[in-house]
């Protein structure tokens, strides 16, 4: 008989709202795995004594959220390529004796649209420049999308960009190119668009009646319309998208996908995705 459970958590403030160790837990039943994910509170100031905990526990890998992904980067050994382009981490994996940080953000929205499309050749609308919208641009630049415009209103919109077309470009696997737009108004997504993504908070709960600011008559049939926001999952964009005969991409994909892949990082399974949506559904219901 074994009485020791294995250890995986996450590391966050706020922490109370994050539904993951629901999400997680579910897959570690479904597969019979006697595994538990600590939903951990930690302020910033406490996020190296946090860490050297999990290491010292034998923990199998842990997640960061906020205020947590640049700042425990310095906790680690290495960083997998795209979280070492983004210099942000959600993940960490102990390898070959090493803690090495990836990020699963974005991975989880790209396996999320690849159930719909294959990005490479692509051209992408997104709108926001904060950590979401870091983490989905680099990752579908690697994926060979073709084309990007990042719709912001700040500085931060400019340098994402800039990123984008300097380091990210050198290692995309096309001829990837970004340009950055100042969001003014209702922008008007140009027709020859293949993918517009919402990668902005606008629309999460408890502010569900959001909208972002964009003109939906410039959406057409042939677009995909995504959405980051897990909590609704139709959310307005994703409502008015298919009233226009959009295909859409809920927030829930992003999640459970990068939870799929955390865990398969951690333990060397793919979790059943289903039984991870199934959850969160379950949860957002009410």
Request: charged share 20%; proline share 5%.
């Amino acid at each position: 008989m074994n009485f020791l459970s294995q250890l995986t958590g996450s590391f966050s403030m706020p922490a109370a709202e994050n539904p993951t160790v629901a999400m997680v837990e579910a897959a570690y039943r479904h597969h019979g795995l006697d595994w538990r994910y600590l939903n951990c509170e930690v302020p910033p100031e406490s996020l190296a004594a946090a860490v050297a905990g999990a290491k010292a526990m034998g923990w199998a890998g842990f997640n960061c959220s906020l205020p947590h992904k640049v700042a425990v980067i310095d906790q680690l050994d290495e960083l997998g390529q795209s979280a070492r382009l983004m210099g942000a981490v959600n993940c960490a994996v102990p390898r070959g004796g090493q803690w090495i940080g990836e990020n699963t953000d974005g991975k989880g929205f790209l396996s999320s649209l690849q159930e719909l499309v294959d990005p490479a050749g692509m051209r992408v609308a997104l709108f926001g420049a904060g950590g979401a919208a870091r983490a989905i641009s680099v990752e579908l630049a690697l994926a060979g999308a073709e084309r990007m415009t990042i719709i912001n209103r700040g500085q931060r919109g400019r340098e994402l960009t800039d990123l984008l077309n300097g380091d990210v470009k050198q290692q995309s696997s096309g001829d990837f190119s970004a340009e950055f737009v100042t969001w003014s108004g209702d922008y008007r997504v140009s027709p020859d668009t293949d993918i517009v993504i919402n990668a902005t908070s606008i629309g999460l709960s408890p502010n569900i009646e959001d909208r972002l600011a964009l003109d939906i008559d410039s959406l057409t049939e042939s677009m995909i319309v995504a959405d980051v926001i897990p909590n609704p999952p139709q959310t307005n964009l994703i409502r008015d998208a298919a009233s226009r005969g959009c295909r859409v991409l809920d927030g829930l994909g992003m999640l459970v996908n990068q939870g799929v892949t955390g865990i398969e990082y951690w333990s060397g399974i793919r979790p059943e995705a289903t039984v991870m949506r199934a959850k969160l559904e379950e949860i957002f219901a009410g």
